[in-house]
């Protein structure tokens, strides 16, 4: 059974940083990860990702050059690392994994391929 556990989150002004992290158990070392986030009145929408071995990460356009997803695998954690954050950036923020699939570079972008979520993680961000 896969868990996932998010951290990090805060109130910080923009152009602050952040860094969230999200500890898994279970197999998550070969599994492709992903921060997705969900504002107010919004849908849960795509924000980051990377494959099992971290060779290749995935991103909004959005957050483009503002964010970075790293993960490392002995300590079974994925990373965000947001700068330059602003306050469109305010919302609750989630890792997630696909069920049972290993070892795969296919990164789905909507949320209902995924099956095991943290319990979220707010961040927001004071103009």
């Not at 494959?51 to 790293?70: C, L, M, N, P, Q």
């Amino acid at each position: 059974q896969v868990q996932l556990v998010e951290s990090g989150g805060g109130l910080v002004q923009a152009g602050g940083s952040l860094r969230l992290s999200c500890v898994g158990s279970g197999r998550t070392f070969a599994m492709t990860m992903v921060w997705f986030r969900q504002a107010p009145r919004k849908e849960r929408e795509f924000v980051a990702a990377i494959t099992w071995s971290g060779g290749s990460t995935y991103y909004t356009d959005a957050v483009k050059g503002r964010f970075t997803i790293s993960r490392d695998n002995a300590k079974k954690t994925v990373y965000l690392q947001m700068n330059s954050l602003k306050p469109e950036d305010t919302a609750v923020y989630y890792c997630a994994a696909r069920g049972k699939v290993y070892y795969s570079d296919y990164v789905p972008l909507s949320p209902n391929e995924y099956d095991y979520w943290g319990q979220g993680t707010q961040v927001t961000v004071s103009s």
